[in-house]
């Protein structure tokens, strides 16, 4: 387990590869309707992307989980009964 940080520089978590935007840099802000305002290059897309990323994993929403069907399974198998 990592206990210190450092630099956050090229620290990725989950995957190694992100892909880079603005929407999860660190120098940006979120505002309404899919822009972000970041404090290198003013108004941005959140789709826009430049060399002074740096990601922040608090930003990242991260896609939800498939839904587990259980139509597969009866009713025996989850009896402890044999």
């Known amino acids: 387990m990592l206990s210190h ?3 956050m520089e090229g620290f990725m978590l989950f995957r190694k590869k992100i892909d880079r935007s603005c929407a999860y840099c660190a120098y940006g802000a979120k505002l309404e ?3 972000v305002l970041c404090s290198k290059h003013g108004l941005k897309s ?3 992307r430049c060399r002074r ?3 922040d994993p608090c930003k990242r929403v991260p896609f939800k989980a498939k839904a587990v ?3 597969r399974f ?3 198998d989850f009896s402890l009964d044999e």
């Open 74 to 76: 009866t009713d025996s």
């Open 53 to 55: 990323f740096r990601y």
């Open 46 to 48: 959140e789709d826009d």
């Open 5 to 7: 940080f450092g630099d």
């Open 69 to 71: 069907s259980f139509s």
């Open 33 to 35: 309707g899919g822009a």
